[in-house]
């Protein structure tokens, strides 16, 4: 991988700072490509060039992928906002850097989607990622998708929103709080993704990628009042109510909880039986439960 080039686009967000950390350490030459392109803290400056590059911008996109060997996309977008919708990130700006990675040459892909993306969901959000992935396989078979359960790491939106739920002096649950999860530590899949650019064999598959436990959302808040050494009462609350919620949300300009969200919370999101995983690729993935000091202060 020395030397070789790599255009990450949406290095700059949460996870894509670790994947360009990681592939820079490794020894590849990084392009942070975004709309506000900046070398994350910690990525060796010598090998990583920011570069300024709009998804939805043909020219910009094809510029990024100029004499790349390999292009991950780790772009997101969680609440639409006029033009900028699911569709024109998700779907068509993701298919816009697999065929011009395609065109231009570009050896390797890997893409970023979740767990239970399926083009027929009820959730716009989780439809549109099912509708990438089939976007993406269609411009690069080649492309390797990775499809991680909700990502937690040190200052993640995950653990901040849950600790900030435990403050409450009663705790609600999403329903009963039964809902499975596999939180997978943001680092696993950053070294899933240098692991994968680095074996050509693995090109054209898919991995799901949860954490190395699997938890109720009860279970994942009590782990949380424990670690902060709170108690707090956890009250089940419907689903209803939080639909009815989340849409009067959506009326703020920055609303702090969508019906998508809601309608990921009513769905296990757990590593299917049979998908290929972190073992695949030789790895052990953390469970939340072991990697909660260093990413939550107590
Ligand atoms: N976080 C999770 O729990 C989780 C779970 C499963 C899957 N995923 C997936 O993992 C990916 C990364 O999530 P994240 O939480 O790391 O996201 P994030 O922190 O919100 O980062 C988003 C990145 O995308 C860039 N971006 C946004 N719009 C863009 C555009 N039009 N053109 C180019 N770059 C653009 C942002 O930079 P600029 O704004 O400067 O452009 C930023 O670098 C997403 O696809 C997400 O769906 C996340």
Known sequence: MAGERVTVFGGTGFLGRRVVRRLAGEGWRVRVAAQHPAVPDGADPTRTEPVRADIRQEREVAEALEGADAAVNVVSLYVEQGSTTFQAIHV????????????????RLAHVSGIGSDPDAGSPYVAARGRSELAVRDAFPGANLLRPSVLFGPDDAFLRNLAAITRLPVVPLFGRGRTRLQPVYVGDVATAFARLLGDPGTAGRTHELGGGAVYTYR??????????????????????AWRTLAALAGLLPDPPLTTDQVAL?????????????????????????????ECLPA
């Open 92 to 107: 068509d700006g993701a298919a816009r850097v697999a065929r011009r990675a395609r065109e231009a040459g570009v050896a």
């Open 219 to 240: 279970e994942i808040l009590e782990l949380i009042l424990a670690h902060q050494g709170r108690r707090r009462p956890l009250l089940p609350v419907p689903f209803a």
């Open 265 to 293: 919370m009513a769905t296990d999101n757990v590593v299917t039986p049979g998908a290929a995983t972190f073992t695949d690729l030789g790895m052990e993935p953390a469970a939340l439960a072991e990697r909660l000091g």
